[in-house]
């Protein structure tokens, strides 16, 4: 089944804890105003909208605060409620032969989409990881406590247990089926995790060198090998600032937007797609929904619109 006749389920997280800048919270809302659904459905898409997965049961009570945990990894049992919830409804809708399509919120959130992905899969997960950061730092090793700085390494099964459980596979992808596009900010606990796990990176100075296509052909070889498939996570700060201004946490020289959208388009055509989310969209920080029009643009290239 080509990804343009896949059955999507739309999944939005309303949620910024897990980043030091406020804002991605907005994110599922400014996906969807900029006609995320409409356009997956003009695209040939079987598109359902499934609301929005939070870490809280309904509104909090007046006057109650997030958990603000350790200064080493902060708001972690908000961050461990939600990623649970969500993992429960990724799995669900893989187990329902639908393909997941999480919108956020900070990166935080890829903790549950992998691992309720990882649960449903017949066979090993390889992981695309699209992001100017790693994400591959710990509690021992983080420079800010921020956990959207950890969600690749806790999937590893590195950093705090409660993270690294999740869905109660661990780890839930090996580092030989993971790989990193765009990466240009790397804290040295990150480096020396690289290091250590073998994980290919291609960073952006190595796209400009050989090429996105090239890159692909390399990236798409390495996740499919001995995988039952795959799943997309698609930092909007990947992208060069000046494609994606709404992103908290931006580095100059990125990806660029037609490089971005020819390396979805060799994911289409690749096959194996099982899930994806795309994260760090914040309005707050946008140019009249800037960010949030580029990133439909970008789901809509990977579902053949």
């Not at 980043?19 to 919270?25: D, E, F, I, V």
């Amino acid at each position: 089944m080509s990804l343009r006749e896949q059955a999507v389920d739309v999944i939005g997280v309303p949620f910024d804890l897990g980043a030091s800048c406020r804002g991605s919270r907005m994110g599922p809302d400014a996906f969807r105003c900029a006609d995320l659904l409409s356009k997956l459905r003009k695209a040939g898409c079987d598109a359902a909208d499934c609301g929005d997965v939070s870490a809280s049961k309904g509104k909090p009570a007046r006057g109650s605060e997030p958990e603000e945990g350790s200064p080493d990894a902060k708001y972690l049992q908000d961050i461990v409620r939600l990623n649970k919830r969500l993992y429960r409804t990724v799995f669900q809708s893989r187990q329902n032969h639908r393909l997941p399509v999480v919108i956020g919120g900070d990166h935080s959130l890829a903790i549950g989409s992998v691992a309720g992905t990882a649960a449903a899969a017949d066979g090993p997960l390889g992981v695309i990881w699209f992001d100017a950061h790693g994400d591959l730092n710990t509690y021992k090793t983080t420079p800010t406590g921020n956990i959207h700085g950890m969600s690749l390494a806790a999937l590893l099964g590195y950093g705090h247990p409660l993270l690294a459980r999740i869905g109660g596979l661990r780890p839930k992808v090996m580092p030989q089926h993971v790989v990193l596009i765009g990466t240009r900010s790397l804290d040295p606990g990150e480096q020396a995790l690289i290091q250590e796990t073998g994980i290919r990176v291609f960073p952006i100075r190595e796209i400009d060198r050989v090429g996105i296509q090239d890159v692909m052909n390399q990236v798409l070889s390495i996740v499919g090998d001995g995988t039952a498939g795959f799943h997309l996570s698609f930092d909007l700060d990947g992208l060069d600032p000046t494609d994606a201004p709404g992103v908290g946490t931006p580095v100059p020289h990125g990806v660029r937007l037609e490089e971005a959208h020819l390396a979805l388009r060799a994911i289409r055509e690749a096959g194996g797609l099982l899930s994806a989310d795309f994260v760090e969209l914040n309005p707050a920080l946008d140019l009249r929904n800037r960010t949030a029009r580029t990133g439909v643009d970008l789901i809509c290239t990977l579902f053949g619109g």
